[in-house]
């Protein structure tokens, strides 16, 4: 199926823990996002790039470090997790077409303990 | 601060009737607007898109209006469903964000009673 998918969709670790999120789409997109949905549901953007290209940069903690090795993958590592960390995490993709539409994946529900 | 929205407001809705979806939005350089659906454990779906030189635009069952004049959107929904029970977003994309940064309301959780 065309999609944007993320792994794992649930990630459970201890503060102080490094840990990774991956991310794919195979829509042939240009353009990948990671956003971070709080409790209330709130949806912010976190980082976007274009082509492997950083071009989004958030106010985010300097323990999130995005890698895109190619522009099929976004991946999202975090160090030393804190409990505010926990949240869900949602990658999403946009073509560099006239629409600005972002499709997102399934997310990806971190839990700091 | 967020221009979009604020809050998760809940509408209550019975099955059959029409629903609308209100969000405000403050940055009038906003070009771009998109409805999006967020069902219990998934990811934002895409459901209906318009731009600032449209005022309405339809879809199957779903009717978007933008309001410029006072920075208004609002999605309306025809014959509610207990499939539409979910969160709906509106985002806005203004054209000097770089990147194509879409900023988020606080989203309204409509609920469909049987």
């Known amino acids: 199926d065309t999609a944007v998918s993320q792994t794992p969709k649930y990630l459970v670790t201890q503060m102080g823990n490094d840990k990774s999120i991956k991310c794919e789409q195979n829509?042939?997109?240009?353009?990948m996002y990671w956003y971070k949905q709080d409790s209330k549901k709130f949806l912010k953007i976190m980082f976007s790039y274009n082509n492997k290209e950083l071009i989004i940069n958030e106010t985010v903690p300097n323990r999130f470090s995005p890698k895109s090795p190619d522009k099929a993958h976004l991946n999202l590592h975090i160090n030393s997790l804190e409990l505010g960390d926990s949240a869900v995490y949602f990658c999403?993709?946009?073509?560099?077409?006239?629409?600005?539409?972002?499709?997102f994946g399934p997310g990806t529900r971190l839990t700091v303990l | 601060g967020e221009s979009v929205g604020l809050h998760l407001p809940t509408l209550s809705v019975q099955e059959g009737d029409n629903s609308i979806i209100n969000c405000a939005y403050s940055?009038?350089?906003?070009?771009?607007f998109i409805w999006y659906k967020q069902e219990s454990g998934k990811g934002p779906q895409f459901i209906i898109d318009i731009r600032s030189n449209m005022d309405k635009r339809q879809g199957q069952r779903v009717t978007v209006l933008l309001n410029k004049t006072v920075k208004h959107l609002s999605l309306q929904i025809a014959a509610t469903q207990p499939g539409d029970s979910a969160v709906y977003f509106c985002?806005?994309?203004?054209?000097?964000?770089?990147?194509?940064?879409?900023?988020f309301g606080g989203g309204t959780r409509v609920l469909v009673k049987p």
């Open positions: 999403a993709s946009r073509a560099l077409t006239s629409t600005d539409t972002q499709y």
């Open positions: 829509l042939g997109h240009d353009t």
């Open positions: 940055n009038s350089a906003s070009d771009y």
């Open positions: 985002a806005e994309n203004s054209p000097k964000a770089a990147g194509n940064k879409l900023t």
